[in-house]
């Protein structure tokens, strides 16, 4: 049986015995966790072993380990980060930038050295969302920059990081998310941006990083494009990812969960794949709501496996290729040299 459509998370910080059975039926392409499911390194390297065993292969397993206001992980067991936008408050245009740019790819190399350990091989960063003034701050200190150019290149510097430790990123939220206002978890943004501005600053700062294996859309609607539906929902927009901004991997829904999107649970899994999407991704760990998600989501065929097996391709490889060894204690000093940030656990 090949692998079906769909991401899920889970209850909490167990796999109950009506989770493993649904995993086991279901086969989802992979999981994602949150802080509900997280206790201690024991526990949580003991999950996603047994998220595996369930599914019965080598399933990704995802999380959203940005550091900052997103973190999954943290104190006493892993680092407290501060929010990735004040690496950068004092080197827009200045020299300094070169520092900046090494701190990020030592702070997402420490990163993926904690999720690795534990299991996680996906981390869903990075934000590629240029925040516009006057948006809401759901994007806020989470974004790399304000500039399209300083996001992707810093873009980059996230990703080089995490896959140095062996970790697969996800760049979110395509096409942009930075003009939203409003917060997609409670309610539909709108942009009404023209194509031109989209064009010039959302758009390019995906456009560098459009070669990564795997990307996130944003429940957003960008007038310009579709005035009816969300990038999610929208197959002129899932059209302009794939060919303006020339993304050619594996793309994952937002969570479906969400307040962002209409309609009943069954269209928006429906509506998704039609407008081009190739996963879904569910969050709340509802049992009742993912077996109707797995009821519409079909099994990877097609573009979508080939994108699918790709990713996984390269998971495998990076999590092969991460044995380069690192001083961590080396790299928490030099990081701390280039930002005067303290690291605690």
Request: proline residues 5%; negative net charge; aromatic residues 4%.
């Amino acid at each position: 049986m090949g692998a079906r459509a769909v991401i899920f998370g889970l209850a909490g910080p167990e796999l109950l015995a009506g989770e493993r059975a649904f995993f086991a039926d279901s086969a989802p392409w992979g999981f994602v966790l949150f802080a509900r499911n997280v206790e201690c390194p024991a526990q949580l390297s003991r999950l996603t072993a047994d998220l595996r065993d369930a599914a019965g292969r080598d399933v990704p397993v995802l999380i959203d380990q940005e550091g900052g206001r997103v973190a999954r992980l943290g104190p006493p067991h892993w680092r407290r980060w501060q929010p990735v936008l004040r690496l950068f408050a004092k080197t827009d245009g200045s020299a300094d930038e070169a520092a900046a740019l090494e701190a990020t790819r030592l702070r997402y190399r420490i990163i993926a050295g904690e999720l690795a350990a534990m299991g996680i091989d996906v981390n869903c960063v990075p934000l590629l969302d240029v925040p516009a003034p006057g948006a809401h701050d759901v994007i806020g200190e989470r974004a790399l920059g304000r500039s399209a150019e300083a996001v992707a290149r810093r873009g980059r510097a996230v990703c080089e990081g995490l896959r140095a430790g062996g970790v697969l990123p996800v760049i979110k939220h395509l096409p942009g998310h930075g003009r939203a206002d409003l917060d997609s978890h409670h309610a539909a943004p709108r942009v009404a941006s023209s194509r031109e501005t989209l064009d010039s600053v959302d758009f390019a700062a995906f456009r560098p990083l459009a070669g990564e294996a795997l990307g996130m859309t944003a429940h957003v609607v960008f007038e310009a494009i579709d005035r009816s539906n969300c990038a999610t929902l929208s197959p002129a927009v899932i059209a302009a990812i794939r060919r303006e901004i020339g993304f050619d991997g594996l793309l994952m829904t937002d969570d479906v969960s969400m307040k962002a999107l209409p309609g009943a649970l069954a269209e928006r899994v429906d509506g998704a794949l039609a407008a081009g999407c190739d996963l879904i991704l569910h969050c709340n760990g509802d049992l009742a709501e993912m077996r109707e998600i797995a009821a519409h989501a079909p099994l990877l065929a097609g573009l979508a496996a080939g994108r699918a097996a790709r990713a996984e391709a390269e998971r495998g490889a990076i999590n092969r290729g991460a044995a380069e060894a690192i001083d961590i204690a080396a790299a928490e000093a030099r990081y701390a040299e280039l930002t005067g940030e303290r690291l605690h656990a």
